[in-house]
Structure formats: structure tokens, C-alpha cells
């Protein structure tokens, strides 16, 4: 079992541009959450998707959005990239009925590390 | 706003006694509280969890306690081990938006050999 997988790793890019990262989710999770986090802070929740619809989301501006495709892995887009757009993006997968009572379903992936520059 | 808070950036304690981390949040609607661990270059790997119907919950070398009256919860672990140096979040959801988790912003623990 892979666990869940992000790509790319690092990625560079200019001020004002567009970047698309993506996320396959663990096996037999269904529901894909992407969290940012800055230098020195926790991660803030995004947004969540769940068969292939944006089911909650974060504080975040309409600059990010993101897909969900039917074989549940995902993307998250950024445009008019800012500096303080600059994070680690995580990737986070869970099983939608699965009961609070087993939070810990919730599985992260590694990161991708975006610089703006 | 910060729901979910971590006061102390960093904790550094010797091998084989506890550590203590501790979490405070705003939101009197969070009802369910999980603790995750994050190493260098790896996500955020999950510990243990608590809902607010108990007050503690223990697996193996990690209790959380949870004082809901005063929006406090801490994890210990009992004896700390090099191999548990890691920054620490704490993470907060509420029943009317479970799958949404509120992260405060970590702390990191360094046990000494």
C-alpha cells in the first residue's frame, strides 16, 4: 500500500503565475483534503472533496481550487501566484463514512514544498 | 483567528521522563481533539484522539487529557524517547463540520539521550 502519494516534491515559481499540484489518495479512502502550511505554523484546511465535489472548504481565496477525478485522486490549483503563497501543500485522505470516532483515518501525505518567488 | 492554540514553540526534556505538550482552542462547538506527529520532510502522522464525552485516553507511552471547561487539552508521554523528537500538533474538529480540522501551530519536542 502506497499511502498517500504527492507530486511534484519542490516547485518553483514566479510571482502572478499557475501551478497544479496533485495527490492520490490511500487506498480505499475516498475523500481528499488540502491543507496549507506556512514557516513555523500548523496547517490550515483548504477545502475537501468528496465524489468529485468541493464539500467544505477554507478561508482561502478563489484563486485556489481544485478537482477531485473518479478514481479519487485530486488536484489543487493556484493562479496569480503571490509570495505568501509560498507553504508546504498537503494532501490528506480519509474514508467519508468512516465516523469521527476514527479520525486518525485521516492520512497525510508528504508535501509539496511551493516556493513563489 | 486561531482556534486551536499551541503556546509553546518548543519543549526539550531528557530521555525516560515525561513530556508534556499542551493545546488550548476557542471554539466551545470542537468535540473532538487528535494529537499528530511531524518529522522533517514527512506529513503529519496521527497519535491518538479524544472526544469530549471522556477526559482521557491512553494508548501505550501516550495519554491526552481533555479539560473541556477549560478549553484544555495536553498530551504526555511516558517515558520520552530520542526517537520522539518531532513537532507535535494538536488538531480540533466540531460535530456540525467533522471532516474539517482546525491544526494550532505545533511544538517542537526535542528529548535529550
Known amino acids: 500500500d502506497a499511502g498517500v502519494t504527492q507530486s511534484p516534491t519542490h516547485l518553483i515559481k514566479t510571482r502572478g503565475q499557475q501551478v497544479t499540484l496533485r495527490c492520490s489518495p490511500k487506498?480505499?479512502?475516498?475523500?481528499v483534503s488540502w491543507y496549507q502550511q506556512a514557516l513555523g505554523q500548523g496547517p490550515q484546511f483548504i477545502f475537501q472533496y468528496y465524489e468529485e465535489e468541493e464539500r467544505q472548504r477554507g478561508n482561502f481565496p478563489d484563486r485556489f481550487s481544485g478537482h477531485q477525478f473518479p478514481n479519487y485522486s485530486s488536484e489543487l490549483n493556484v493562479n496569480a501566484l503571490l509570495l505568501g503563497d509560498s507553504a508546504l501543500y498537503l494532501c490528506?485522505?480519509?474514508?467519508?463514512?468512516?465516523?469521527?470516532?476514527?479520525?486518525?483515518?485521516?492520512?497525510f501525505g508528504p508535501g509539496t514544498r511551493l516556493t513563489v518567488t | 483567528d486561531q482556534q486551536v492554540k499551541q503556546n509553546s514553540p518548543s519543549l526539550s526534556v531528557q530521555e525516560g521522563r515525561i513530556s508534556i505538550l499542551n493545546c488550548d482552542y476557542t471554539n466551545s462547538m470542537f468535540d473532538y481533539f487528535l494529537w499528530y506527529k511531524k518529522y522533517p520532510a514527512e506529513g503529519p502522522t496521527f497519535l491518538i484522539s479524544i472526544s469530549s464525552i471522556k477526559d482521557k485516553n491512553e494508548d501505550g507511552r501516550f495519554t491526552v487529557f481533555l479539560n473541556k471547561s477549560a478549553k484544555h487539552l495536553s498530551l504526555h508521554i511516558v517515558p520520552s524517547q530520542p526517537g520522539d523528537s518531532a513537532v507535535y500538533f494538536c488538531a480540533a474538529s466540531a460535530k456540525y463540520n467533522f471532516n474539517k480540522f482546525y491544526f494550532g501551530s505545533g511544538t517542537k519536542l526535542n528529548v535529550k539521550p
Open positions: 487506498s480505499g479512502h475516498d475523500t
Open positions: 490528506a485522505s480519509s474514508s467519508f463514512l468512516i465516523g469521527r470516532d476514527r479520525g486518525y483515518e485521516q492520512y
